[in-house]
């Protein structure tokens, strides 16, 4: 598969977002998402590949955002779950632009940069479908297919695992890399190296900083190789 790409990115409601992030009120937890959101669709944007950048998503607020951060927007009233609305959109896509390349990308990648996005891309480009999995080993950060018929409703705990059985192919991406590191809590974010923050999450850091020390590296993050 060749260039160029589409590149999806799914957004809850962000007055939903970002649940597990302790300690923040919801302002912050609903800015924190919207954050994310504009670095990573700014990110996916600026990568040659990519074509377009579509928000998949009903919320009028992360509908406004994917806008005015220069994505195009879809999403389905019809989807009861993520894995409904991302069949949805990714038909639609795939029909409206049939000689695209389509990846999906989760919304929370704090630390993916530009050149972290196309390496990837660049990789999946030599295979019919392909998968990226979180830094634990069981969730999943990046799909990509040629065929919307392709893809599989496994999106979720333990994803990782059901679409590597699909047929799915493991990019092998490194284990230290931002594209595997997603962010469910305010400890992953602030385990993420300063510089690979984009600049809108990076404002966020300073306009909401969370109290107390910066935490050490877990195990995990040792593992991984982060800072």
């Known amino acids: 598969m060749t260039a160029p790409w589409t590149a999806l990115v799914p957004a809850k409601p962000l007055a939903r977002a970002k649940s597990r992030c302790a300690g923040l009120t919801p302002d912050a937890r609903r800015s924190l998402a919207a954050a994310m959101l504009t670095d990573l669709v700014g990110r996916l944007r600026a990568v040659p590949a990519v074509r377009s950048v579509v928000v998949v998503t009903t919320d009028p607020e992360a509908t406004g955002l994917a806008l005015a951060s220069g994505a195009a927007v879809t999403g389905s009233a019809r989807a009861t779950g993520l894995?409904?609305?991302?069949?949805?959109?990714?038909?639609?896509?795939?029909?409206?632009?049939?000689?695209?390349?389509?990846?999906?990308?989760?919304?929370?990648?704090?630390?993916?940069?530009?050149?972290?996005?196309?390496?990837?891309?660049?990789?999946?480009?030599?295979?019919?479908?392909?998968?990226?999995?979180?830094?634990?080993?069981?969730?999943?950060?990046?799909?990509?297919?040629?065929?919307?018929?392709?893809?599989r409703p496994f999106l979720g705990p333990g994803s990782l695992g059901r679409f590597r059985a699909a047929g799915y192919r493991d990019l092998g991406v490194?284990?230290?890399?931002?594209?595997?590191?997603?962010?469910?809590?305010?400890?992953?974010?602030?385990?993420?190296?300063?510089?690979?923050?984009?600049?809108?999450?990076?404002?966020?850091?300073?306009?909401?900083?969370?109290?107390?020390?910066?935490?050490?590296?877990?195990p995990l993050e040792r593992r991984v190789g982060a800072p």
Not at 108 to 125: H, K, R
Not at 176 to 189: G, I, K, N, Y
Request: net charge negative; aromatic share 2%; hydrophobic share 45%.
């Open 83 to 151: 894995n409904d609305e991302v069949a949805d959109a990714l038909a639609l896509v795939g029909g409206a632009a049939p000689a695209t390349g389509l990846a999906l990308v989760m919304g929370d990648l704090a630390g993916a940069g530009t050149a972290d996005c196309a390496t990837a891309l660049a990789l999946a480009a030599r295979h019919r479908r392909a998968v990226v999995g979180d830094a634990d080993g069981t969730g999943t950060t990046l799909l990509t297919l040629r065929d919307p018929a392709d893809f």
């Open 174 to 218: 490194a284990a230290s890399s931002p594209l595997r590191r997603d962010v469910d809590t305010v400890a992953h974010l602030l385990s993420l190296p300063p510089h690979t923050l984009g600049p809108a999450t990076r404002r966020w850091l300073a306009a909401f900083p969370p109290p107390g020390p910066r935490p050490g590296p877990s």
